[in-house]
């Protein structure tokens, strides 16, 4: 049988199938209406016969409420498949409707985490820092972690940045001056200027529009200082600052959480894995790359709740 | 003689002429194409003789650098007006031709300075909050602020925060949760649900696209923190937190000013007016409402360029 995995994101779309993965930028604010030609595409190309969905979608701004949202994205999973449809909800129980869409809002790090407990794994943070946010959920024989996102944010259970799409001022709102408020610059011109990705792995669009190069990149992280690319180095500096705060927030983070659940390890996926190493690191905290045991660890929770249907 | 005062920002076209003036929403990053002709309309209608220009566009990212934005906007000028035209530049030097673009960044400040010390004002931090920024230059008998926005951000003599376009986050990191760094709600969102602006002061465009609405702007506060907008009582809070702390901020970067120069006094304008007044009072420094003494306080810059270029 032949299961797909579907994590519809605000800002992009992640579908796993047996061993294979996709990670598309669909901004959904923009893209909204084209979501069910895009899911159809899907559909055609694979053809599968069961589809496991988990939604994050309906925050984003092209809904009047999340209600709306869930709505709108599990009417054009509908359209788009033919298949068996399964749509996870935040107690980790799989539905073929979506009767009360209030259940359904942000449930991908639930499948993560229900497929981690069904594939044995006990007490760790299960860490997945993505192009927009970081998830830090504490995992001991159960999910500690809380069902929705405001109780999250107050937890420290989930970091409302990532490794792309972040104004840098979030993270670092001052360097050696504080930072415009301006969307001059994003997480991925600091990343691509440290040398952690490469252009084919800056996903989403540029704030000003213009390309993905270093020289770029440079010129965007300028402009959030008030300054021209004119000067490498400083800028190279500023860039570095970007990803050593990021490191040590989400290190914080995990320090807290580690301490209140009694938890010495993290288990880490995403693109941002790279991150996540350090911040374990930095307390101490044994870390676990799901990359080494998991081939779809950067868009897991697609490869999760595929791996969930199948054994429905 | 009738002249014509110009402050073309990355925002806002602000135009003075006599004691008529406009601020006019115009975002540079969208329609710098339409510069243009949208000065040649300002130039149409009134028909000056003279022009008096201060520009601080050039940061915008629909420019490669901020001398390509100078030149940019200073030919937009050119083609626009057959008046004779001023520009002003850093040390408040009027010129007919820019020689030197980087002398010409981020006059407008400067304008507004020189014309209070030739009125006779002494001792005094002249505070400009607009929908952007806020400008907070100590002035004894002369000029004491940084003359580059890089080194006034540093200095604290630049606020990059307004009260219309700033992204509540950047004022207000953490409220009862910290906020997400998605750009889903502005300041103007939080002063319509204070009731500080009305509908018709939200010039800028809304985040989301939609009205500007007490009820749509408090679903935008609500999504940054990753609800709907359910609980009035507690989105009012939040609106009032944001207006809170860029107060305390603002107050802040005066008391050490005040401190620094040995001045008791503020004078302050731009749409602003309101957050400057509380600041100053925070720390029982003296507050002067240039709107008392001049009908165009809300686009100060604009009148003041005009003032000077009569005289010169």
């Known amino acids: 049988m032949v299961t797909l995995g579907l994590d519809i994101g605000g800002a992009n779309l992640k579908f796993a199938i047996q061993d294979y993965g996709e990670i598309i930028y669909f901004p959904m604010w923009k893209k909204a209406r084209d979501l069910e030609n895009e899911l159809r ?26 209600n709306d949202g869930i709505i709108f994205v599990s009417d054009a999973v509908k359209k788009a498949f033919s298949s068996e449809l399964f749509f996870m909800d935040i107690k980790g129980k799989l539905s073929k409707n979506i009767d009360e869409p209030k259940l359904f809002y942000a449930s ?55 490794i792309l799409r972040t104004p840098i001022f979030y993270v670092l709102p001052k360097f050696d001056v504080p930072l415009t408020s301006e969307y001059f610059a994003i997480t991925a011109d600091a990343f691509i200027v440290t040398g952690d990705i490469g252009i084919k ?12 190069s270093l020289k770029e990149c440079m ?56 991150i996540l190493e350090k911040a ?8 676990i790359p799901l990359s080494e045991h998991y081939k779809l660890a950067k868009l897991f929770p697609a490869y999760a709740i595929a791996k969930l249907v199948e054994l429905e």
Chains 1, 2 share one sequence.
Not at 201 to 212: A, I, L, M
Not at 241 to 263: C, G, P, Q, T
Not at 280 to 287: D, G, P, R, S
């Open 41 to 66: 595409r899907i559909s055609e190309r694979f053809n599968p016969e069961r589809v496991g969905v988990v939604i994050t979608a309906e925050l984003s701004d092209c809904f009047s409420c999340r």
């Open 201 to 212: 792995e800056y996903t989403c669009d540029t704030p000003d529009g213009r390309e993905k």
């Open 108 to 162: 991908n790090w639930i499948a993560s985490s229900e497929f981690l407990l069904m594939e044995g794994w006990r007490n760790f943070i299960f860490a997945d820092m993505g192009s927009t946010t970081t998830d830090l959920i504490p995992i001991t024989n159960r999910i500690k972690a809380a069902r929705t996102d405001h109780e999250r944010l107050k937890r420290g259970e989930l970091l409302y940045f990532g």
């Open 280 to 287: 374990a690191e930095m307390h101490e905290l044994e870390y």
């Open 219 to 274: 010129t965007r992280l300028a402009r959030s200082v008030c300054l021209d690319a004119d000067d490498e180095k400083y800028l190279t500096e500023l860039a570095h600052a970007v990803k050593e705060k990021m490191v040590e927030r989400v290190a914080e983070a995990m320090k807290e959480l580690s301490e209140k659940h009694d938890i010495e390890k993290v288990v880490g996926c995403g693109i941002g894995e790279f």
